[in-house]
């Protein structure tokens, strides 16, 4: 019998082609990333303390002698449907320690899922909830894109945490508003959260239509229900350093950079990203004159958007104002996470 050959060695180390992306798939790739970096007693410590997950069977705990690592994993994720495991194997390619060809066909099963959708660059420098002048911005380090706002900085929020893998949720603002304020431990996550969505409907100032926008999702959060996608209003998309101030008193005509400003945005994961905006006349019209001037820019940005990979819904400000509106959007948001999830 002929010996394996350096090609044959080179082949058998080499990431395999993208499997069909299914929950058995990525249930296979997922175990075999775990099973094969981690000891038995290293992956209780995983699931439970770095991924904190919830251990489902409380007549039998994971450390039991009858349980393999296979086991283990299989009990943790049990039920669990594709976008769950999706989810899962994105914690794990960015969290974790799985190296190799393990994370090489992870990482391709995970890119071929996310084939023709969602964001390519990792979310950085999350600017949102401005209630006041608008912040002016300097880039400290021009090379990795680092900003500090050195003027009014009192009227915006700055979340400066890695955006997680599997989604910005309520609770994860709830834990960096924690930190942010300085609230006490002994403060429950509920009364945290409060005063969190105090914070950020104060930035739709007295505006009805996205107030409703914003109280109809708010909805989704009773109960405790904080692990699900926030939605985040005001979020700072481009950023122009002049005010329309400046640039009338300097003889130009708006800004070069369209839509300064989300109406609202909601991470579903680093990549898969929902904008949200409530259109009012302004958005087409001048005073009560249509312009196609501004309809030609709110679509041209649309589409910039879209090809960049995010999503775009709207609302229009005349149907938010009709008789039942409150159901209509939450119909709507009830579709959305049933699509994105």
Known sequence: MSRPSFFDAIVADSPKAPSKVSSRTFRSAIEEALIHTYTRSDLETVFAEELKLQWPNPD?????????????????????????????????VAELEVTGILLDDLTALLNEYDRGGGVGTPAKNLIFAANGPKPELVLRDAVNNDIEIVRNGEFCLVYDQ????DGLTFSNLIDWWRARQGIADTVSARDVGRDLHNRLRNSLGGNPVELLVFDTYARRYKGG??????????VYLHYDPSTQLTRRAAGESGSPLARQRMDFLILFSSRHRVVLEVDGKQHYANGDTASPALYSEMVAEDRRLRLSGYEVYRFGGAELMKSGADTMVAEFYDQLSERMS
């Open 225 to 234: 229900h904080f692990n699900i996608p926030a939605l985040i209003p005001q």
């Open 60 to 92: 039998q705990q994971p450390s039991h002698a009858d349980y393999s690592k296979r086991d283990v994993i299989k009990t943790y994720t049990a039920g669990w449907d594709l976008p769950h495991l999706v989810a899962l194997a994105r914690r794990i």
């Open 162 to 165: 890695p955006i997680p893998a």
